[in-house]
């Protein structure tokens, strides 16, 4: 699918998805199954265990489409939520996010928008010191339904003071790209996470890059132009 221009010159709020988008876990995720498998070598561990992490990626987006609409998504992160009891996260900043975020926060808004818990979220922009960066954090305990469902989005963009239009989502899943999209604001993919370029256009993205520091260079291009 072709690319929609946004116009960046009128956006006022930048919103973000965590895991894969700000937050570097997918490779975590990568690292941890690989340690698990360190009897095959480390060359051929490592790459079984990022396959084997991008091929349970697409069945999650679907699970929580199905959650969606269902209307089971708060059940299905509450039981996250108790199973993950105990497992301390650690969080890696994904290279060039830190820059991009200093830019955007000096024309207009910044929020995550995720499905991670509250403290989750705080902990991880407290650890970069982001917080100070954005002005909210729509979280799984914020709303009722979660992504892909639009309230998360619509939400954020009310609690702002602005028409969800005015909003640019960034996220890595498909789930990302239709809460925005069905919320009324402009969609964002980008691929470092473990969300595939195809899959992200299919689910609405106006624009999709390669990795999140990479949307620097889009809002840069069109002031410059």
């Known amino acids: ?15 973000f998805d965590l895991d894969g988008t700000l937050m570097d876990t997918d490779d975590q995720a990568v690292e941890a ?10 060359v051929a561990a490592h790459d079984l265990a990022r396959r084997l992490v991008m091929i349970s990626e697409s069945p ?8 969606d609409v269902l209307g089971m998504d ?3 992160f509450t039981l996250r939520r108790r199973l993950s009891r105990g497992i301390k996260p650690t969080f890696r ?4 996010v830190e820059l991009l975020l200093e830019h955007l926060a000096c024309q207009g808004n910044l929020a995550v928008v995720s499905t991670r818990s509250a403290p989750d979220a705080e902990a991880f922009l407290g650890q970069h010191g982001l917080s100070p960066l954005f002005a909210l ?5 914020t709303t009722r339904r979660l992504k892909p469902h639009p309230q998360p989005v619509a939400h954020a963009a009310k609690t702002l003071g602005l028409a969800p239009s ?6 890595d899943t498909p789930a990302d790209m239709r809460s925005a999209r069905r919320a009324g604001a402009w969609a964002i993919g980008v691929l470092c996470g473990f969300g595939e370029a195809a899959e992200l256009w299919r689910a609405g993205a ?4 390669a990795s999140t520091g990479d949307v620097l260079s889009l809002v840069t291009s069109e002031v410059g132009a």
Request: net charge positive.
């Open 60 to 67: 999650l987006n679907h699970v929580l489409t199905l959650v």
């Open 33 to 42: 199954l690989a340690h698990r498998l360190r009897l095959l070598g480390h």
């Open 93 to 96: 900043l994904i290279t060039g």
């Open 166 to 171: 005015d909003c640019v989502m960034v996220g």
């Open 206 to 209: 106006d624009q999709v890059v």
């Open 137 to 141: 954090c729509v979280t799984q305990e």
């Open 74 to 76: 708060t059940l299905a």
């Open 1 to 15: 699918m072709a690319a929609r221009p946004i116009p960046y010159a009128k956006i006022r709020a930048w919103l």
